[in-house]
């Protein structure tokens, strides 16, 4: 049976979300901080500020492929997590445990084909950006390339993570990503400043985090009562399940495909301007997602939140839910966008101490401050309609 330690059917409901909440929001922090981490040591790598902005476009430029790939991410986390917070509710295990096992099934096998089709056509895929630097454009390449080694581990880890938050454990996703970047934290300096690898050295990093995380969900779905633990992987499909995940995530997936796509189009169009510009993008996407990651992590609460009870049928919780959610998330919105409106020179100051990537990230920071609020709120109605599997 499910723990009743995760059960969001009854319970005070502020406490609820905010206990389910609170680990989500610091996972995702925990992402944030993993690109934050790469970007200070890069920042850092050499007594050189142009060569370390270099470094900084690159891995902006490589990095958009880890966006794309957040899209299959979603089109199969959405629908497991749903379907599994939808079955705990109904205390009907043996359907949760099907949804998560064909959820990790349908991801690896989707994260393998993106990444052959990245890896092979790399120097393609970057040349789409017009990249005016050369050694901007060879960094680029190369920094993608060694990421394309861990790219199945990054994709299905929130997939490992969906299985867990849609019980409403998400304490142990937050737990086992924090191991991935304490293990990015110490490797970063060593690998980009001590070994003088430069951006080689952050994106091997990267990889050996993300494969330490994989490990580690592995190992506690096989130590502990979850629905992963002793599963088949290499069974077949359950097909009903595997097109039921799909479905719920193919509108969500459109949706960040077309964010990232428009993201590489604005990309492409910065590109020409320089090194400067290009990292003041790289690093102004960073720098917001104090928004829209802890946005997305209470989502993720909502969603679970919402499914639980609809599969038990509570309809008033469900509504009761989604005013607090709005009320504590709106307050934040607000606060973040002040933060980002007043300081917007200092953020960018922590990063780079490159004048001209400073001047222009103030301006960059200013004008992103407006769109906060707004972000959040949704992110928050999509959470409350994937609940109720509304994708």
């Known amino acids: 049976m499910f723990n009743e330690k995760y059960n969001l059917t009854k319970g005070n409901i502020l406490a609820q979300l905010i206990k389910v909440s609170l680990p989500v929001m610091l996972t995702s922090l925990m992402q944030m901080a993993y690109n934050l981490t790469d970007l200070f040591w890069l920042g850092r790598a050499t007594s050189d500020e142009t060569i370390n902005t270099g470094y900084i476009a690159s891995a902006g430029f490589g990095g958009l492929f880890t966006w794309l790939a957040a899209a299959i991410i979603i089109l199969v986390r959405i629908g497991t997590e749903v379907r599994v917070a939808q079955s705990v509710g109904k205390v009907d295990e043996e359907s949760a445990r099907d949804y998560a096992r064909t959820g990790v099934q349908l991801e690896v096998v989707l994260g393998l084909l993106f990444t052959v089709i990245i890896a092979i056509f790399t120097p393609f895929w970057i040349s789409l950006f017009r990249i005016p630097e050369q050694i901007v454009y060879d960094n680029a390449v190369l920094y993608l390339r060694i990421i394309c080694i861990g790219l199945v581990f990054y994709m299905v880890n929130p997939v490992f993570s969906a299985t867990l938050n849609g019980t409403g454990n998400t304490k142990t996703s937050f737990l086992i990503s924090s191991v991935g970047l304490i293990l990015n934290m110490i490797l970063d300096p060593i690998f980009i400043v001590t070994l003088n690898m430069g951006i080689k050295g952050a994106a091997i990093a990267t990889v050996i985090a993300q494969i330490t995380v994989t490990i580690s969900f592995l190992i506690y779905f096989n130590t502990h009562h979850s629905l992963l633990r002793k599963a088949q992987y290499f069974t077949k499909f359950t097909s009903d399940k595997a097109l039921d995940i799909l479905k719920l995530g193919i509108p969500a997936a459109i949706q960040s495909a077309i964010f ?44 679970a939140f919402v499914g639980q009870n609809f599969g038990a049928y509570q309809p008033k919780r469900i509504l009761k839910g989604f005013r607090y959610a709005m009320l504590t998330l709106g307050a934040y919105g607000i606060v973040i966008s002040v933060l980002m409106f007043i300081f917007s020179r200092e953020l960018f100051g922590l990063f780079s101490g490159d004048p001209e990537a400073i001047r222009l990230g103030d301006d960059y920071l200013k004008i992103l401050a407006f769109s906060q609020l707004f972000m959040i709120i949704e992110a928050l109605v999509g959470g409350a309609f994937n609940g109720l599997g509304k994708t």
């Open 260 to 303: 990232t796509f428009i993201s590489m189009y604005l990309t492409g169009l910065v590109s020409p301007f320089g090194k400067e510009a290009n990292a003041v993008q790289k690093l102004g996407s960073q720098i917001e997602s104090l928004s829209w990651l802890v946005a997305g992590g209470f989502q993720t609460a909502l969603s």
